[in-house]
């Protein structure tokens, strides 16, 4: 499952490394790294709207969504594809 890290609204790292010394430097991982960048503003949106619907809705929402992702969410990551490949 990804994590993602924010600093500062000027990077953002999206990846399956926990925080720690084995997830940044001795496990197997895979990260991205963004930088000043329109990305950075979206991954900190996202983060922002699942904290919130986290706190609202507590532990059953994370839960929940060990399922597949429900179409309407997959339509919307899909929409922010198709934007992102016209630009």
């Known amino acids: ?21 084995s997830g940044f430097y001795r496990n197997l991982e895979h990260l991205v790294i963004f930088e000043g960048s ?10 922002v709207t699942l904290w919130k619907l986290y706190m609202e ?10 399922e ?3 179409s309407r969410m997959l339509s919307g990551i899909m929409e922010r594809i198709r934007m992102k490949a016209k630009h």
């Open 38 to 47: 329109e990305e950075v503003a979206w991954i900190e949106e996202d983060f």
């Open 68 to 70: 597949p992702l429900p």
């Open 57 to 66: 809705q507590g532990e059953s929402v994370v839960k929940e969504y060990h």
């Open 1 to 21: 499952h990804a994590k993602m890290y924010l600093v500062d609204s000027e990077y953002a790292v999206v990846g399956s490394a926990n925080c720690t010394e």
